[in-house]
């Protein structure tokens, strides 16, 4: 066990640092409607087309009950669209619409500007990504 050295417990620096980045990305995302979970959604599928349930998952980091819940409700505003499963009858994929292609368009640029003003805030953006990333468990995304 490390010594404690007055700065901010890591589950609370986290914490912090999560609320404002939400809230930095929900001010891009509230003119559209749209909330960061379904974001999370709609830039998922625009990177992969056709994304089951599972594979939404994983990408969104999303419940089971949460996810189904976004998906229904960009289903319902025509943003995304379920299709059957041509090899496997049993599985549903999740598809972006026009619209919700049209949204992404709009609003990736504008969330990716939202990020790197918020990794200005650091001395070494990619550092904090990749410090991030292996707290994560996972190796560092790149930075768009």
């Known amino acids: 066990m490390t010594a404690h050295t007055g700065a901010e417990p890591l589950t609370r620096a986290l914490t912090r640092a999560l609320r404002a980045v939400t809230a930095r990305v929900e001010e891009v995302l509230r003119p559209e409607n749209l909330t960061l979970d379904q974001w999370l959604v709609l830039d998922a599928l625009a990177r992969e ?9 994983t990408r969104t980091l999303a419940t089971g009950p949460t996810l189904t819940r976004v998906v229904d409700r960009l289903v319902s505003t025509a943003v995304a669209y379920r299709e059957v499963d041509a090899e ?4 549903v994929r999740v598809y972006l619409g026009p619209r919700g292609k049209a949204a992404h368009r709009r609003l990736a640029p504008k969330v990716a500007e939202a990020e790197a003003e918020l ?9 904090a990504l990749a ?9 560092a995304p790149d930075r768009a």
């Open 88 to 91: 496997d009858r049993r599985r």
């Open 49 to 57: 087309r056709g994304l089951s349930m599972a594979d939404l998952a």
């Open 131 to 139: 410090l991030l990333a292996a707290l994560g468990g996972m190796s």
């Open 119 to 127: 990794l200005d805030r650091t001395d070494d953006g990619q550092r």
